[in-house]
């Protein structure tokens, strides 16, 4: 009998950043952020219930979902549809990382995104800007962003 394996990831939470997109030489674009989501556990020490944010990187290539999030911004709350991908690199230290990501094949807004008065562009516009300005490299690097609220 063949085992059957399913990599299929739902999840929402709250954008913890405005998404991040990236061009390539190509031409292609990349969608990547994270999200945060309530998470928590029963304390017998605490006699409590304790909430806590857990926060997974996302990433995509699709082009609708890299058009449509060039409008999300940090705080809204959304589900993404995908699969669950990790990436092997060595630091300059030499230390090896294991990270996790949802790779998005598609997703929803559950409450609606906020169109920025300033922003009254398509997503072609938007993508153009963010070539023209592209954003710092360093965007997983930073940790402990848990100001998001839920």
Do not use: C, H
């Not at 060595?90 to 790779?103: F, L, P, Q, S, V």
């Amino acid at each position: 009998m063949k085992t059957l394996f399913l990599n299929s990831v739902v999840l929402s939470g709250r954008l913890a950043a405005d998404p991040q997109i990236f061009m390539f030489e190509s031409g292609d674009t990349k969608v990547a952020g994270r999200i945060a989501y309530p998470d928590g556990y029963y304390s017998k020490k605490e006699g409590r219930w304790v909430e806590r944010p857990l926060w997974i990187n996302f990433e995509s290539l699709v082009p609708k979902v890299v058009k449509a999030m060039a409008y999300a911004q940090k705080g809204d709350i959304v589900t993404l549809q995908g699969k669950l991908r990790t990436e092997r690199y060595t630091r300059k230290d030499g230390i090896e990382i294991e990270k996790a990501y949802i790779y998005v094949s598609n997703f929803t807004v559950a409450r609606k995104i906020n169109m920025r008065p300033e922003q009254e562009t398509t997503p072609e516009e938007a993508i153009e800007e963010i070539k023209a300005n592209p954003p710092e490299d360093d965007f997983f690097e930073e940790e402990g962003n848990d100001d998001v609220p839920f």
